[in-house]
């Protein structure tokens, strides 16, 4: 009677330590995301925008506290204006964002009012995925293109005027 309690006593604290090093096994995300390029200053992706390739991108991870960085990396957007991260560890107690660097050749550049997004990195929040999707962020060219009317109207932004 005795040792079959102590079995039992001892599978279970055994099931209790695999949870734990299961929880403490460091996570693995991939953060994705799209830079385009706004011809139109609209400061939003429209049929007219086309993927920028080459941009610098960069995942920081910050603790709000002590306003500390606790996390950098740095990827760059390839033909298709899409970028990956890998990224590690539990990041729930820090704010992670994404922030596009602006291109320093070509015609975008100009910075649109947003140019980072935030993302939650931990599986703490019912997400399981591994892939964290950022929002498209983009840059805007100095000249709008002609055909910037037309999407215009087709949008129906014309006659929020007047
Ligand atoms: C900032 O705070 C975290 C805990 O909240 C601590 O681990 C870290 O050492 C602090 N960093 C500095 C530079 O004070
Ligand atoms: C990432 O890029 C930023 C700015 O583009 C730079 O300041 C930083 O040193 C880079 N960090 C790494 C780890 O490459
Ligand atoms: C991107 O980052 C690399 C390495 O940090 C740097 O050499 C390059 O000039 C940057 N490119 C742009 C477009 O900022
Ligand atoms: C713009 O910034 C806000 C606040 O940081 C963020 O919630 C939002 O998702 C951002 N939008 C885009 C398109 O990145």
Redesign the pocket.
Known sequence: MARSFVVVALFVSVLCFSSVLARKTPEKFNIEGKIYCDPCQFAFESRLSFPLAGV?V?LICIKEENDTVTY???STTDANGMYNIPARGDHEEEICVVIA?SPNKGQCKEAMPNTSDRIILTNNMGVTSSVRYVNPLGFMTQTIDSQCNLVVKELGLDTLDD
């Open positions: 610098n960069t950098v990396k740095n660097d």
